[in-house]
């Protein structure tokens, strides 16, 4: 789905000769007065941000009764139309028009993910910021991929965006619970012996977890839904023997699971459920020499129907810019 001028396009004059670069001119359709004016700013100011920011594209752009008159190159036109539409987007939900809004359009035009239509029930929206986050969370948004892979280097954002996909399915009601799960390669089956409750046990190494979770509902939400049973965070052996329903389910980490318990897991996908398994093949901490249930399972499962896997590369790490040149510099050295 583009987010785009949604079926506005009203007035389609293009120039001869129809070259790629040739100037083309549309019409934005606006029939209310209040929101025209609302959407060009005091003395179209917004209409000459817009000009500005997208120079390059040669756009210009002039209010005209009934819409606003772009012209400049198909994908300038279309920039501004994708800008125009976010705009509108923010305004009818409360915000008002000024100039940073229009500055944050711009840029939310000019995602390279613009064809990301959004998660919805976040306390803070999630826009992709690479092009490698932008397909993946286009699967991920999309309920009917019933298994979803998200393979990639440290700091790509798999756990944090399959955490956004699965906030976003429990608080808008599509599923019941939100299970997390990760092999605990260190502690192991160890935890059981540790005092205290669940939450206490795993705390430490399943902290990202966490702050992803408080990030995306707040910490208020995330309490009463874990008080609740909807929101369970465990290590892998927890997941023995379960049928997991209804639920979206992420097994994080997953490179460390061995191939037994790769399988176990994945053979829990229950009745009306959704399982992401997120993990980075080059970082495998399993004791010996022991086959990672990750590269297995993406072997054997390629091609098979239902089951999608989206490969993430340095190019999507948002962390510092330094990871990704570091991890550039493992797989050269080929320790990566
Ligand atoms: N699109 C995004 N919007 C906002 N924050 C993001 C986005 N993508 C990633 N992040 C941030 O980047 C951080 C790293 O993401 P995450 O922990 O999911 O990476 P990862 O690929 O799972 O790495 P690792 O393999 O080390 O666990 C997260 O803490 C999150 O806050």
């Not at 840029?107 to 092009?131: C, D, M, N, S």
């Not at 054997?300 to 990704?324: F, N, P, Q, W």
Request: proline share 5%.
């Amino acid at each position: 789905m583009r987010v785009g001028a949604r079926g506005r396009r009203v007035t389609v004059k293009r120039r001869k000769p129809a070259s790629p670069e040739a100037p083309i001119s549309r019409i934005y359709e606006v029939r209310n007065a209040e929101r025209l004016q609302d959407l060009c700013g005091p003395h179209h100011r917004h209409l000459q941000i817009l000009e500005t920011k997208l120079a390059d594209f040669g756009l210009r752009a002039e209010s005209q009764g009934g819409g606003i008159l772009l012209i400049g190159t198909a994908e300038g036109v279309s920039i501004a139309e994708a800008t125009l539409a976010e705009l509108e987007r923010r305004i009818r939900s409360g915000t008002e028009a000024n100039d940073m809004e229009v500055e944050g359009a711009i840029e939310a035009a000019l995602t390279p993910g613009q064809t990301f239509g959004g998660l919805v029930g976040l306390k803070k929206p999630i826009k992709p910021q690479t092009r490698g986050q932008a397909k993946y969370l286009e699967l991920l948004a999309n309920a009917d991929n019933g298994l979803v892979f998200g393979v990639g280097p440290a700091g790509t954002g798999k756990t944090f965006l399959a955490v956004a996909a699965g906030v976003a399915e429990l608080t808008t009601g599509l599923r019941q619970r939100l299970i997390v799960t990760r092999p605990a390669v260190e502690a192991g089956e160890k935890l059981g012996f540790l005092p205290g409750t669940l939450e206490e046990k795993v705390d430490p190494y399943m902290l990202p977890i966490w702050d992803a979770l408080r990030d995306l509902m707040g910490q208020e939400q995330m309490e009463r839904r874990m008080a609740r049973g909807e929101i369970e965070v465990a290590p892998l052996a927890f997941m023995r023997g379960r049928t997991l329903k209804n639920a979206f389910v992420i097994v994080d980490e997953a490179q460390n699971t061995t191939v037994a318990q790769m399988k176990m897991v994945l053979t829990r996908l229950g009745r009306d459920s959704r399982m992401v398994v997120t993990g980075d093949p080059g970082q495998v901490d399993l004791p010996g020499s022991q086959p990672s249930g990750l590269k297995h399972a993406l072997r054997i499962l390629e091609g098979v129907d239902g089951i999608k896997a989206h490969y993430l590369t340095a190019a999507d790490v948002v962390r510092h810019g330094l990871v990704s040149r570091i991890i550039d510099a493992y797989a050269a050295a080929g320790e990566g």
